[in-house]
Nanobody, 123 residues
Framework: QVQLVESGGGLVQPGGSLRLSCTASGFPFNSHAMSWYRQFPGKEREWVAGISNYGGLAKYEDAVKGRFIIDRDNDKNTLYLQMNSLGPDDTAVYFC????????????????WGQGTQVTVSY
């Protein structure tokens, strides 16, 4: 079954860290660049970070630069998002997404989404 499954979300205090995971199955993971998105309540999903097929290139939205790190382990078919120095403004549902094969590694096109994982930053 072709799917992406996120995990690792939860409640964290301001200033804390979380590491999200996105496990892929049913397709050749290293054939696709991948992205993380997030969705604030009542808002559209917004792009957070992207990574190339083999992890050599990464890009971040300005609000998370220096705090978040996107990474992947192709042997484990898993994408990660290490989130540090979290603040209440990072509270959102986080989604991983697959970029279609053959698109540029920083493309905003997507063709497969996970179900999302809630991250709540609060005391």
């Amino acid at each position: 079954q072709v799917q992406l499954v996120e995990s690792g979300g939860g409640l964290v205090q301001p200033g804390g860290s979380l590491r999200l995971s996105c496990t892929a199955s049913g397709f050749p993971f290293n054939s696709h660049a991948m992205s993380w998105y997030r969705q604030f309540p009542g808002k559209e999903r917004e792009w957070v970070a992207g990574i190339s097929n083999y992890g050599g290139l990464a890009k971040y939205e300005d609000a998370v630069k220096g705090r978040f790190i996107i990474d992947r382990d192709n042997d484990k078919n898993t994408l990660y998002l290490q989130m540090n120095s979290l603040g209440p403004d990072d509270t959102a549902v986080y989604f991983c997404a697959r970029i279609p094969h053959g698109r540029g590694w920083d493309s905003k096109e997507t063709d497969l989404w996970g179900q999302g994982t809630q991250v709540t930053v609060s005391y």
